[in-house]
């Protein structure tokens, strides 16, 4: 492929499956904002602000770290949301040409937008576990946490791979 090759600017339609992760993914994060606003004031002044990769609370912090998550999550749904809106600038292979140039996209802006609402509801979860540890409502992250979180994202990440690798 030439460099100066323009890769074709295509608008397709978001998929079912798009708007069911952008509706699961956002009410989870929304939740959880709404949720921490709720128990705000009854958050003691120390809360779990790290956990170790058996999901034990390693470090405690001031409850205003809590506040990282959602601006933290926030910043992600932002830029992924931007990265999923233009796929032409996404790297993709050399035989990416006219004609296959709309499944790559779609395949591509499949997996960003399964990954940012992954990363939504991972965040929910972490600031929900975080508030039930800090009022005593629950004992928090267990050891499986952090593999569910690998798997979570990697499974995505290499099933995108193999189904761009069956484009011709």
């Known amino acids: ?14 998929t079912k499956s798009e708007w069911t992760w952008d509706i699961i993914g956002y009410a989870s994060y929304l939740g959880s904002v ?3 606003m709720i128990v705000w004031n009854m958050l003691p002044d120390e809360v779990p602000a790290h956990y170790n990769a058996m999901g034990e609370v390693d470090r405690w912090g001031s409850k205003w770290e809590m506040v990282i ?3 933290v999550g926030a910043f992600l749904l932002v830029t992924m949301q931007i990265v999923e809106k233009y796929p032409e600038v996404h790297n993709y ?17 499949k997996l960003v937008n399964q990954l940012k609402n992954i990363c939504l509801i991972l965040f929910a979860f972490i600031i929900f ?18 593999p569910l979180t ?12 193999m189904k761009q690798r069956k484009i011709k």
Do not use: C
């Open 150 to 161: 690998l798997l979570g994202t990697g499974v995505p990440i290499i099933v995108g791979i």
């Open 93 to 109: 292979p050399a035989r990416l040409n006219e004609s296959n140039a709309e499944k790559f996209y779609l395949s591509s802006r």
């Open 1 to 14: 492929m030439s460099t100066s090759w323009k890769w074709p600017k295509i608008h397709i339609q978001k």
């Open 34 to 36: 709404l949720f921490l």
């Open 129 to 146: 576990e975080s508030a039930s540890i800090a009022l005593d409502w629950g004992s928090g992250f267990s050891i499986w946490f952090l």
């Open 69 to 71: 998550l959602p601006i």
